[in-house]
């Protein structure tokens, strides 16, 4: 079946620093999500793309369609506490019509 | 507006036991999911509920997983008889329509530890 890798597994920052973390697979998607996740609570949605080659950002996030549709990235900018938990992409085959596959999930932790 | 209602929170059975979890969706989306997260993956579907007919349901351990959704809006998943490696958090989630299935809103998820 499909399956997303997603890197790092973990990490560890200080506070103010950029993150870049990525997501890869071995089949092509056509639309690619990131959430996040923090203790005790459900995913929540951060970003959807759905043009290879996108970028789309939200506040201090920033993610992109790769443009062989199967990759994607995220980078978050200027790092804060409330940033952490652990951040999931998600890839879907056809738009509205196919289950999303998640990833295993890059877990940040921040250094005050 | 109220999010996605999932209760209990947390659940202890021993093996071989039943278990039973409920969800309410958002108001008015039709399309309610299950997912199992297994400790330190990410969710995999269970199964998928357009309104009260079952979209998806593939990857749902059929032997001892059922869930139903009767009226089209809550749901109920049950697990007779339970496994040591079902012990996980199961999420429901919603999304408000068909055609953008990709955006889910997730409830708190009930965290099932079977001993």
Known sequence: GQQLNQSPQSMFIQEGEDVSMNCTSSSIFNTWLWYKQEPGEGPVLLIALYKAGELTSNGRLTAQFGITRKDSFLNISASIPSDVGIYFCAGQGIQGAQKLVFGQGTRLTINP | ?115
């Open chain 2, 1 to 115: 507006e109220a999010g996605v209602a999932q209760s209990p929170r947390y659940k202890i059975i021993e093996k071989r036991q039943s278990v039973a979890f409920w969800c309410n969706p958002i108001s008015g989306h039709a399309t309610l999911y299950w997912y199992q997260q297994i400790l330190g993956q990410g969710p995999k579907l269970l199964i998928q509920f357009q309104n009260n007919g079952v979209v998806d349901d593939s990857q749902l351990p059929k032997d001892r997983f059922s869930a139903e959704r009767l009226k089209g809006v809550d749901s109920t998943l049950k697990i007779q008889p339970a496994k040591l490696e079902d012990s996980a958090v199961y999420l429901c989630a919603s999304s408000p329509l068909p055609e953008h299935n990709e955006k889910l809103f997730f409830g708190s998820g009930t965290q099932l530890s079977v001993l």
